[in-house]
């Protein structure tokens, strides 16, 4: 029952994100707001675990890296939409939007929580331990620049911030 109104929820906050994604890597910088229902300030985003960012990389390479990429280019006509409405997979480093995205949401749709009629995306859950997700987010990260990892930081922490 609850799905009901997950889901076009989500797909709200995707469209959102999308919407607000487009902006031209190259210009360096990332959205001067994240939320203004959460506008507190995060902590500094936490050191890397370069354990963690090693087995992601080897996890990423044998799960992800056939469609998005040995070095997280994606397909490069990523944003223009098929036939069928769905996406092509696209970037993980800095020039796509995954930074936009909290850990939490990042997980959700990798194990396929999230039923997005855009994404052609497999579900990795039974596939990928809850570890070894967190470990190829983490690879993710090693990739993307100060200001894109601060964004996504605070975009984590203010989502473990919200009231369940």
């Given at each position: 029952m609850a799905r009901r109104w997950i889901m076009p929820m989500a797909a709200g906050l995707l469209a959102t994100?999308?919407?607000?994604?487009?902006?031209?890597?190259?210009?360096?910088?990332?959205?001067?707001?994240?939320?203004?229902?959460?506008?507190?300030?995060?902590?500094?985003?936490?050191?890397?675990?370069?354990r963690q960012v090693t087995l992601g990389a080897d996890l990423y390479q044998q799960n992800c890296a056939s469609c998005h990429g040995a070095d997280l280019s994606g397909d490069p006509d990523w944003m223009?939409?098929?036939?069928?409405?769905s996406f092509r997979p696209p970037p993980h480093d800095s020039s796509g939007h995954t930074?936009?995205?909290?850990?939490?949401?990042?997980?959700?749709?990798?194990?396929?929580?999230?039923?997005?009629?855009?994404?052609?995306?497999?579900?990795?859950?039974?596939?990928?331990?809850?570890?070894e997700i967190k470990a190829i987010i983490e690879y993710l990260k090693a990739s993307w620049g100060p200001q894109e990892r601060a964004f996504q930081w605070q975009v984590t922490w203010q989502e473990a911030q919200r009231p369940r």
């Open positions: 994100a999308v919407a607000t994604c487009s902006a031209p890597a190259d210009q360096g910088e990332a959205p001067a707001t994240v939320s203004p229902l959460f506008p507190d300030e995060a902590p500094p985003p936490p050191q890397l675990d370069e223009t939409p098929n036939p069928d409405g930074w936009h995205h909290s850990d939490q949401l990042l997980a959700q749709v990798i194990r396929g929580d999230l039923d997005f009629p855009e994404s052609r995306m497999p579900a990795f859950a039974g596939l990928l331990s809850d570890e």
